[in-house]
């Protein structure tokens, strides 16, 4: 399978736990995005990469989320403290931005996180 | 502010049928937009996609219409079918941002499609 993966795809944790989760981009895709995702909604934006890079942030990543990227493949979120707020699908995705464009962004299928 | 919303939250076709999903943006910097189709449990899956210097852009049985002046995107599926039901988002991505290019795309909501046998 070469699309984009993550893992785990389901995270039980109780509040105040630490969780991460791995994301692994399409290969040779340069950028790498963040988004959650509420039961009823779009995705909204968390952060993305492009290489190592972390270019943008969204103000929903509040201090207990760290995101990286240290070669520029495969990328961790890292949510500490988790809240109950903090249960929501979380879905990564890659995309090749080039001269030639590639604007369009691969999603993986989502882990999904449930703190009680 | 910013935004990319949905017409209708819902609809429900019989197969066969062609289905148009609306959307309308606020956002006159928007220069990109896709459509994604959500199944249950997986992630949002790439249909189509547009540029702003576009008005139309046909795919496999889906065509993208972009109006500019109203700021409007729809989605035409023909002829659905009994696997055309989920989730469909419109996306905008408004270019250069920051200093950055195309970077974060701004979901809507969503409308659900169900097709009847």
């Known amino acids: 399978d070469t699309g984009v993966s993550q893992d785990p795809r389901h995270k039980i944790t109780k509040r105040g736990q630490n969780v991460t989760f791995r994301c692994d981009p399409i290969?040779?895709?340069?950028?790498l995005y963040w988004y959650r995702q509420t039961l009823g909604q779009g995705p909204e934006f968390l952060t993305y990469f492009q290489n190592e890079a972390q270019l943008e942030k969204s103000r929903l990543l509040s201090d207990r989320f760290s995101a990286e990227r240290p070669k520029g493949s495969f990328s961790t979120l890292e949510i500490q403290r988790t809240e109950q707020g903090d249960s929501a699908m979380y879905l990564c995705?890659?995309?090749?931005?080039?001269?030639?464009?590639?604007?369009?962004?691969?999603f993986g299928p989502g882990t999904r996180l449930t703190v009680l | 502010g910013e935004s990319v919303g949905l017409h209708l939250p819902t609809l429900s076709v019989q197969e066969g049928d062609n289905s148009i999903i609306n959307c309308a943006y606020s956002n006159s910097a928007s220069d990109y937009f896709i459509w994604y189709k959500q199944e249950s449990g997986k992630g949002p899956q790439f249909i189509i996609d547009?540029?702003?210097?576009?008005d139309k852009r046909q795919g496999q049985r889906v065509t993208v219409l972009l109006n500019k002046t109203v700021k409007h995107l729809s989605l035409q599926i023909a002829a659905t079918q009994p696997g055309d039901s989920a989730v469909y988002f419109c996306?905008?991505?408004?270019?250069?941002?920051?200093?950055?290019?195309?970077?974060?795309?701004?979901f809507g909501q969503g409308t659900i499609l169900t097709v009847h046998p």
């Open positions: 995705a890659s995309s090749f931005l080039g001269l030639a464009g590639g604007l369009e962004q691969f």
């Open positions: 996306a905008e991505n408004k270019g250069h941002a920051g200093g950055t290019s195309y970077g974060k795309l701004t």
């Open positions: 290969s040779e895709h340069n950028r």
């Open positions: 547009i540029r702003s210097n576009m």
